[in-house]
T-cell receptor, first 117, second 114 residues
Framework: AQSVAQPEDQVNVAEGNPLTVKCTYS??????LFWYVQYPNRGLQFLLK??????LVKGSYGFEAEFNKSQTSFHLKKPSALVSDSALYFC???????????????FGTGTLLAVQP | DAGVIQSPRHEVTEMGQEVTLRCKPI?????LFWYRQTMMRGLELLIY????????DSGMPEDRFSAKMPNASFSTLKIQPSEPRDSAVYFC????????????FGDGTRLSIL
């Protein structure tokens, strides 16, 4: 069965330091991977995606993610964290079944990023 | 472009009342998804539609929940009768049919059942 794991409930980082939010996945076939961010009282906002091509994907607000097929990971990174990056981050993978694919996404449980000034 | 629009943003009602949540997807999107978010269960997919047809409603918790999509620009999620454990934030999202583009989420309806 398809699944996404975000092993950390919370990540704490000091402003200006690099940040990493971890995500691993399990899916049959080629994965379509997505990162979303959720600010308080808002819906999920799309950050970036990996479909095919370069393993390093750049997205909104200076975020990037590295697709690693051998480790089945898609970690979210940013070279220098801002206090305004504090939010809930979700990793997601497109669902598939019987060798096909759907538009349904399987979401991780979310990681709360706290950036201290 | 307008994003996914949900109404109302907040709803407070008493147990046993009927609740109707509304969603207008992005124009041209073929897929519409209803999610529920709680602290205990996180983000749960309730049901999704393709071209106004329900495809998978396995996440709908009980028969008290129903969803419709009478046309491409409107969907409703109804709870009748409502119970306190239905209190949550309900999100609607839409996407195109390529699978390569992200789902776009509305800002949700915060539902409180007293």
């Amino acid at each position: 069965a398809q699944s996404v794991a975000q092993p950390e409930d919370q990540v704490n980082v000091a402003e200006g330091n690099p940040l990493t939010v971890k995500c691993t996945y399990s899916v049959s076939g080629n994965p379509y991977l997505f990162w979303y961010v959720q600010y308080p009282n808002r819906g999920l906002q799309f950050l970036l995606k990996y479909i095919t091509g370069d393993n390093l994907v750049k997205g909104s607000y200076g975020f990037e993610a590295e697709f690693n097929k051998s480790q089945t990971s898609f970690h979210l990174k940013k070279p220098s964290a801002l206090v305004s990056d504090s939010a809930l981050y979700f990793c997601a993978v497109r669902d598939s079944f019987y060798g096909g694919a759907t538009n349904k996404l399987i979401f991780g449980t979310g990681t709360l990023l706290a950036v201290q000034p | 472009d307008a994003g996914v629009i949900q109404s109302p943003r907040h709803e407070v009602t008493e147990m046993g009342q009927e609740v109707t949540l509304r969603c207008k997807p992005i124009s041209g999107h073929d897929y519409l998804f209803w999610y529920r978010q709680t602290m205990m269960r996180g983000l749960e997919l309730l049901i999704y539609f393709n071209n106004n047809v329900p495809i998978d409603d396995s996440g709908m918790p009980e028969d008290r929940f129903s969803a419709k999509m009478p046309n491409a620009s409107f969907s409703t999620l109804k709870i009748q009768p409502s119970e306190p454990r239905d209190s949550a934030v309900y999100f609607c999202a839409s996407s195109d049919n390529t699978g390569r583009q992200p789902q776009h989420f509305g800002d949700g309806t915060r539902l409180s059942i007293l």
